[in-house]
Structures are given as C-alpha cells and as structure tokens.
C-alpha cells in the first residue's frame, strides 16, 4: 500500500484542481471567443470605457485657445511661404466672386476695366463696349443694322453742318474752279439749248426751288395757286381767306362771307354768301344796311337829286325844291308830311 504524506497530498491536489480549473478555464474562453454575441458586448464595454476616460481628459482642456493658438502660429509661419506661392499678377480685393473660370471661357460678372485688348479671333459683346480709341486694322462689316445707324446718324450731322454761307462758299468755289479749266455754265446745254440765253432761262426747266425773285412782268400758273395761305386761286375762282371759293370771288373775314358772281343769266350778285348782314357805307360809316332778311335801312335817302327824310314835325332846315319829310309821329288831323317849296319854306301834305 503506497503511502503518501499530507503535505504532499494537499500539493498533488491543489495542482490537480489548478489544472482542472485552468482547463475550464480555457475551454470557456475558448468557446467564448467563438462566440459573435460575447466579442461584440466586449467591444462595446471597452469602447464605452475608452469614450468616458476620452472625454473626461478632454473636458479639462481649452480646446477652443490651444486650436487658435496653433492656427494663428501656423498662418504666422506660414505667411512668408504663402506669399511667396501666392500669384505675382493678381490682387483680389473682392467680396464675392467676380470672375468665374471654366472650360474653354473666362466670364466677368460685372464691368471689365483694360487698358488694351487683344484677341486672335472673333469679340462679342451682349451689352456696350466703351473705348476711348477705336482702331481698325482690316475690314468693316457694313452689312448690319449698327452700321446703317451710325452711317445714318453721320449722314445728318454732317447735312447740319452744312450752312447756307458755306453752301455759297461751296458754289462760288467751284464755278472758280470751273473757269480755271475753261468751264463756263453759259455754254451748258439742255436739249440742245443753252441754259441760259442772256437773262433768259431755259424753257425746258420747268421746275426749281426758288423761293425768292425779284419783279415779275408776266406770271402764268396753269394749277391751283396758294399766295402767303391767304389767296387761292381754284378752277376759276378765287378765295380770300378761304381755299374753297363758293363764287368766282369768296372773301371770308372770320365768320362773315362775302360773294362776287353771276346770280343767273345776265344778273351779277354782291353779297354774303351766309346768313349775315351786309352794310354799305363811306368814309369808314355804314349808310345802307341790309339785314339778314333783306330789310334795307338807309340814314340819308336821296332819289335823283331830292331827299327823303323822317322828322316828327315841320322841318326848320334849308333844302332844296322838292325834297320830302315824311312825318315820323303822325296823329289825328295833323300831315303825312311836308314838301320843300325853297330854302327854307316847306308846306304841309294833308292826306284825305
């Protein structure tokens, strides 16, 4: 029989258990890292640990100081480099974009201010284009509607300029001129007839924009004739005032008409033309006057060489033999009138 002594014994078990354990041990493990489920709950608890410990450190500095601090040493260190890297051409003073640059064009937002351009092909410019010299070193395209305006506008600035003094200027230097190659306008000819035949001009010019002449001997107007928009000579008639004549001769003053013509076959007429009154008189005072009714007043009536008057009682005033006063207020008994016997003796006519 095999003995054994106890602390032997306790030590020979205490290895057989450490190595039992051990072997569980193990084999847990093993089973355990096998496992998806206790690897992810492990790598979540670290995780959480090494947030925590993360953020406490983190919470005891100024991170807001230390990233300024190191940016503004950086930009300080750097400054020098950044200029040096920086573009010697171009200075950017602007608060927004101004220029974009893009694949086969360059656009400019706003006004584009150079002193020179220059460019190989074709410039297009939607909106203006404002040049202090314009220089042409080949063609013009003439066969667009810019050029028809400013031909145009050159066109009437230059016709402005034109003066009437520089216009005679203009003439007598080239008749000067004209002579001094043994050209003289009294041999031009027109239809085979000279312009000019002493002061005569050339029958054949029928039409010229002389609005000046000095004293006509003859005048002949085969057409309607219109003199300072006062006088109008139509078909035979002529208006004064009026270019539609009703007689063969209107005169309008305002809104009176007065005609002059042919009443009917061998009978002239003188007289309105419209419903108005006419009045005859001498040395500017009416004498007879007609209404627009044809009632006829006369101030002084004379018939042959004896006078008609109107008084209302027997006239005192000379008057000639024969001369007749008809009495204006007639009564009962009293006469119609008086008869002049001579100077100044009238007797009285008694009707029935």
Known sequence: MLKVETGAMEELITNA????????I???????????????????????????????QL????????????????????????????????EDNSSEVQLNIE???????????TQNIEATNDVTVNNTLTVDHLIVRKDVNV???????????????????????FKAELVTSVLDHSNEYGIEFDTVLIGGEPLFTGNQLNARIQRTGIISTGKLENLEVAGETNLNETMHVVKKRVGINT??????????????????????????????SKKNSLT????????ISVDENGRIFANNLTIDRWQIGFEPQAPGHLGTRGDIVFNSNPKEGSPF????????????????
């Open 17 to 24: 258990v450490d190595t039992a354990i051990q072997q569980q």
């Open 26 to 56: 193990a084999t847990a493990i093993d089973q355990l890292i096998l496992n998806d489920e206790w690897i992810k709950k492990i790598e979540g608890l670290v995780n959480v640990n090494i947030s925590q410990k993360i953020e406490r």
């Open 59 to 90: 919470s005891n500095i100024d991170l807001q100081s230390l990233l300024a601090e190191n940016i503004d040493g950086a930009l300080d260190r750097y400054s020098d480099r950044i200029r040096e890297l920086a573009p010697k051409g171009i």
């Open 103 to 113: 694949d086969n064009v360059v656009v400019a937002k706003n006004n584009f201010v």
């Open 143 to 165: 066969d667009n509607k810019s050029w028809d305006e400013i031909s145009n506008k050159t066109y009437h600035k230059v016709i402005e300029s034109i003066t009437d003094d």
């Open 243 to 272: 270019d539609r004549p009703e007689n063969t001769l209107s005169v309008w003053d305002e809104e009176v008409s007065i005609g002059i013509g042919k009443l009917k076959k061998n009978t002239a007429f003188i007289g309105t």
């Open 280 to 287: 005859l008189g001498v040395n500017g005072e009416p004498a």
């Open 337 to 352: 009138g008086w008869v002049c016997t001579g100077n100044f003796n009238w007797k009285a006519i008694m009707g029935n």
